[in-house]
């Protein structure tokens, strides 16, 4: 894998988002596809990629994720322990606190499909929502 400073980070996909690339999600999809065509980057959260890992009867599509050429996957700092303390305070998960950590240490937005796991966050500023209902054409 490339280091993430080969692109310019544009996005943090939050676990919501890993799981819905995982259910073939057309806007994950087709948003991540941009960010590649531009040359930018998302960061996926190790504790995000875990938590969909935990429950996905289709891991092959994780492969699929972490291999493609725009995603770059992270683990947290050990040295941000506090902070990602704190903002597990403020969003009551983990891995929800990595994405939201990610996203505000690189300044961008955090891809989710509820925009209020987050509202404590920035004021709730950082955050890109996307449909969950969206289906992948058959």
């Known amino acids: ?7 310019a980070v544009r996005l943090v996909l939050d676990t919501s988002a890993v799981a819905a ?3 073939e999600s057309l806007a994950v999809g087709e ?3 941009e960010v590649d065509d531009e040359h930018g980057a998302v960061i996926v959260p190790l504790a995000c990629l875990v938590e969909v890992a935990h429950v996905t009867p289709h891991p092959e599509r994780l492969d699929l ?6 995603v770059f996957l992270l683990s947290d700092d050990p040295d941000d322990w506090r902070p ?9 998960r983990a891995d929800l606190a990595s994405a939201a950590w990610f ?16 509202s404590g ?13 969206d289906k992948p054409a058959e």
Request: glycine letters at 6%.
């Open 65 to 70: 994720l972490i291999a493609h050429p725009a």
């Open 84 to 92: 990602l303390a704190a903002t597990r305070t403020i969003v009551g």
């Open 31 to 33: 948003l991540l596809a």
């Open 1 to 7: 894998m490339n280091a993430p400073d080969a692109r």
């Open 121 to 133: 966050v920035a004021g709730g500023r950082r955050v890109l929502e996307f449909d969950d209902d």
């Open 21 to 23: 690339w995982v259910r």
């Open 103 to 118: 996203s505000l240490d690189l300044k961008v937005d955090v891809m989710t499909r509820d925009a209020r796991w987050y």
